[in-house]
């Protein structure tokens, strides 16, 4: 009985969200009706409205949230209910959103920043950042069909088999923290290198909660584009079933690199500073850097001048 309440998937379209049902992401529409029934939610958020609601998706939120639909949606995960953020380059600030307020409360935050891909290959974008080696936790290749072969001779055929490669368009990076876990990261050619797109929290109540840094990831345009439907499936079977058990060894230590912020280049072009000249070098004796004459003013042609 309780699974046949639960059958529900709700997108959230009451904050002017970038993808909608309708609006981008039939795609992901038509691979949900499939088991689900599909809402589309344009009030306010409320318990009440999310009765019955197996997983809740906004895909790009482009107001902010009130403090109540905030508590709302905190309530509905601490009850075993299933959340799925998606947001884009600028994070926040360039959404106006506060989707943040919730995230950080279980370990997660969207930077407002874009991920580049340094090097041109395949997409013309630099934004459009395809991802050959991204992949943090070998439990997600598992459950996308990527055979691991385990073999120690065969350690770079493995690592080949076990990578997936994603297109991340126009995304932004996030900061995860315990007992969040970071499952896909930007990978070493994408700046900012090696920090986490994709982050999974699971709550002591079976709630989870998946944040992905880009809500385009998953939208018609890209979703067929190498193998994100394939982490879109996982994604979706993560938030839905429970046979997919991320690797605790990859989860306690994933391959992520400090956020180290760097100089704006360009704009420090056009404000160009003289740089200091050096000092001459201070003698061994200091008592020599004293003028102990007595100052003296010469008027030998004081009388000249006043002729």
């Known amino acids: ?30 691979k949900l009706r499939a088991q689900w029934k599909i809402q589309s939610m344009k009030e306010e958020l409320s318990l009440e409205k999310l009765k019955g609601a197996k997983l809740w998706i906004t895909a790009g939120p482009r ?46 935050m969207v930077n407002n920043d874009a991920v580049v891909r340094n090097v041109y290959y395949k997409y013309f974008h630099p934004k459009e950042a395809l991802v050959s080696n991204g992949v943090l936790n070998r439990e997600i290749s598992r459950a996308a069909g990527k055979v691991v072969t385990g073999n120690i001779e065969d350690e770079n055929v493995g690592n080949n088999a076990q990578a997936l490669t994603f297109v991340y368009p126009y995304g932004a990076t996030l900061s995860v ?9 930007t990978g070493s050619v994408c700046f900012p290198l090696n920090r986490p797109v994709l982050a ?10 998946a944040v992905l840094g880009s809500c385009h990831m998953f939208s018609d345009q890209y979703v067929d584009k190498e193998e994100n439907s394939k982490i879109m499936d996982v994604v979706l079977q993560w938030l839905m079933a429970d046979n997919i058990q991320l690797n605790q060894i990859d989860a306690e230590d994933p391959e992520i690199t400090d956020y180290t912020m760097l100089p704006d280049t360009g ?33 030998d042609t004081l009388p000249q001048v006043i002729r």
């Open 177 to 185: 923290m315990k007992p969040a876990v970071a499952v896909l990261s």
């Open 200 to 209: 999974f929290h699971r709550g002591k109540e079976a709630g989870k909660l």
């Open 267 to 299: 704009c420090l072009s056009e404000q160009l500073r003289v740089c200091l000249q050096e000092g001459d070098e201070n003698p061994r004796d200091f008592t020599s850097l004293f003028d102990m004459s007595l100052f003296n003013l010469s008027t």
């Open 1 to 30: 009985m309780e699974k046949e309440q639960h059958n529900i998937v709700v997108f959230n379209v009451s904050k002017r969200e970038l993808f909608t049902t309708n609006n981008g992401y039939k795609s992901m529409q038509k």
């Open 63 to 108: 107001e902010k949230f009130t403090a109540s639909e905030l508590e709302v949606l905190k309530h509905y995960l601490d009850g075993g209910g299933n959340v799925l953020v998606m947001l884009g380059e600028g994070g926040e600030m360039k959404y106006d959103t506060n989707i943040n307020f919730l995230l950080e409360e279980f370990g997660i």
